[in-house]
């Protein structure tokens, strides 16, 4: 899909192709550290500018990377159910296990192929349900390249991880068209 970016100064945004395509453009993302089990999640909507729409994030505790990153795609899915939207991640397993794999394991009543039980199924099995009800298209996108909507749910995520642990500073997030020059 390299026709899907458009070069802006210092950072990628996505070709305006989409936003006629889609309802909402999202970027989701989550954050977690293995020493405390503590994480956050967000996703943000922009537009053709690069400027954020509409945003969402939150934390938990004693969870995993991988819960994060599901429940950031769950999350901006079931805020859009009503539109055809287009979810970016740069998780290859939450793009994978919502977009492709989700209906093979729930036909195997959630196990792997080497009948392992699915991790996270329940958020799996929600962001599929979700995805295919609305028409909806599930993406993923190389992170920490220069890419916007990446960047700032980064952003997003990383400071709902900082506020769970009690952060009285947490990251900034830049709300206008401009890329956050101290992130980057």
């Not at 990251?171 to 401009?178: A, G, H, P, S």
Request: charged residues 20%; neutral net charge; contains cysteine.
């Amino acid at each position: 899909m390299n026709d899907v970016w458009v070069r802006a100064p210092g950072f990628e945004l996505p070709a305006p192709e989409l936003f006629e395509q889609f309802n909402a453009v999202i970027y989701t993302d989550g954050s977690c550290s293995a020493s405390d089990r503590v994480g956050g999640w967000a996703w943000v909507s922009l537009d053709p500018d690069g400027a954020i729409i509409e945003h969402s994030s939150g934390h938990a505790r004693d969870t995993t990377i991988s819960r994060m990153e599901l429940t950031a795609v769950v999350q901006a899915l079931w805020a859009h159910q009503l539109g055809k939207v287009v979810v970016f991640s740069d998780s290859q397993y939450s793009v994978n296990a919502i977009g492709r794999w989700a209906p093979g394991w729930r036909a195997n009543g959630w196990r792997t192929s080497v009948r392992r039980v699915v991790q996270h199924a329940d958020l799996v099995d929600m962001g599929n349900q979700l995805l295919e009800r609305g028409g909806s298209s599930l993406r993923w996108v190389k992170g920490h390249r220069q890419e916007l909507g990446n960047l700032r749910a980064d952003e997003l995520a990383g400071a709902a991880r900082a506020k769970a642990l009690g952060a009285t500073k947490t990251w900034r997030v830049v709300e206008d068209t401009q890329p956050n020059k101290e992130y980057l």
